[in-house]
């Protein structure tokens, strides 16, 4: 493994069902993001982790949630799908070195919720 | 959290610098101000970023305003790879460490 990982690819999901979505990173970066990004739009975040043990909601966490525990997963889970969650996920861990401060982002997760 | 305002799209020459313009007018003092692009299909990928001089490197210079309102991501010579989506970021300086990404610029590149 280099870099992030997500899993699966994409996923097609029946309304109210439970669904996990996998990232892992094996750069050993303490903080970790998930984002969405709707069709032809900007991504928004949903929930962060700066360190193991710790995470934070972003601009739209309601119907996630996350856990960290430890440095190199960060999986995203949706409870009970709902169609509107229908979006392609990245997710990104941040360097912080010196002048350095860079995002790496995965490839991303296609979800369709019917 | 403070936004950023960006053109929705700009179009290019081969070969020709490109100037994307992002204005923060609502900036902290200790906002970072980031760039990252994205390539279709794919995630984005870092850029540059700078707090108040202008930065440069292998991939494209960062000039700050003064007053830290508004900032130009400049590409110097636009290549056909260079067609993407550039996001203006603001790194949230309260310790949270979120990025706030907006909608961007589409930079079309003409050959």
């Known amino acids: 493994i280099a870099g992030i990982t997500q899993a699966p690819t994409s996923q097609i999901l029946a309304a109210g069902r439970r669904m996990t979505l996998r990232c892992t990173q094996d750069m050993r970066h303490n903080a970790m993001y998930w984002y969405r990004q709707d069709l032809g739009l900007g991504l928004r975040l949903i929930h962060y982790s700066n360190t193991a043990g710790t995470t934070g909601k972003g601009e739209v966490p309601d119907g996630y949630s996350v856990s960290r525990a430890n440095t190199d997963d960060f999986p995203l889970t949706l409870a009970s799908a709902v169609p509107s969650q229908t979006s392609v996920y990245f997710c990104?861990?941040?360097?912080?070195?010196?002048?350095?401060?860079?995002?790496?982002f995965g490839p991303g997760t296609r979800l369709t919720v019917l | 959290d403070a936004k950023t305002t960006q053109p929705n799209s700009m179009e290019s020459n081969e070969e020709e610098p490109v100037h994307l313009p992002c204005n923060h007018s609502t900036i902290s003092g200790t906002d970072y101000i980031h760039w990252y692009r994205q390539l279709p299909s794919q995630g984005p990928e870092y850029v540059i970023h700078g707090l108040t001089s202008n930065v440069n490197n292998r991939m494209a210079s960062l000039a700050i305003a003064e007053d830290r309102k508004s900032s130009t991501l400049i590409l110097h010579r636009a290549t056909l790879r260079d067609a993407a989506v550039y996001y203006c970021?603001?790194?949230?300086?309260?310790?949270?460490?979120?990025?706030?990404f907006g909608t961007g610029t589409r930079l079309k590149v003409l050959a």
């Open positions: 990104a861990s941040r360097l912080r070195d010196g002048s350095t401060d860079t995002q790496y």
């Open positions: 970021i603001l790194r949230d300086a309260s310790g949270t460490y979120k990025y706030i």
